[in-house]
């Protein structure tokens, strides 16, 4: 993966990314989840994720679509999750 198009986040040793992966595989993009961000009314996919809301949820916060990027990197940040 090309580390200029990415960002890669360090979880921490007791949190399993793989299960959440094997609990959710085959969920679609949620595009409408995304935009639900700023427009709360457009609600969010049961079934469908965008990338802030999976970071949010393998974390364990809650109601995880109601984080952004700018909002999840704040978390990570007072974690101690490291970003490249």
Do not use: N
């Amino acid at each position: 993966m090309p580390a200029d198009k990415w960002r890669i986040y360090e979880l921490p040793a007791t949190v399993d990314p793989q299960l959440w992966y094997e609990r959710h595989a085959g969920a679609g993009y949620d595009v409408l989840g995304l935009l639900g961000i700023l427009w709360p009314r457009l609600g969010h996919g049961q079934r469908r994720w965008f990338c802030s809301e999976v970071l949010a949820d393998v974390l364990g916060l809650q109601q995880p679509q109601l984080f952004d990027l700018r909002t999840i990197e704040s978390v990570c940040a007072r974690l101690g999750v490291r970003i490249q």
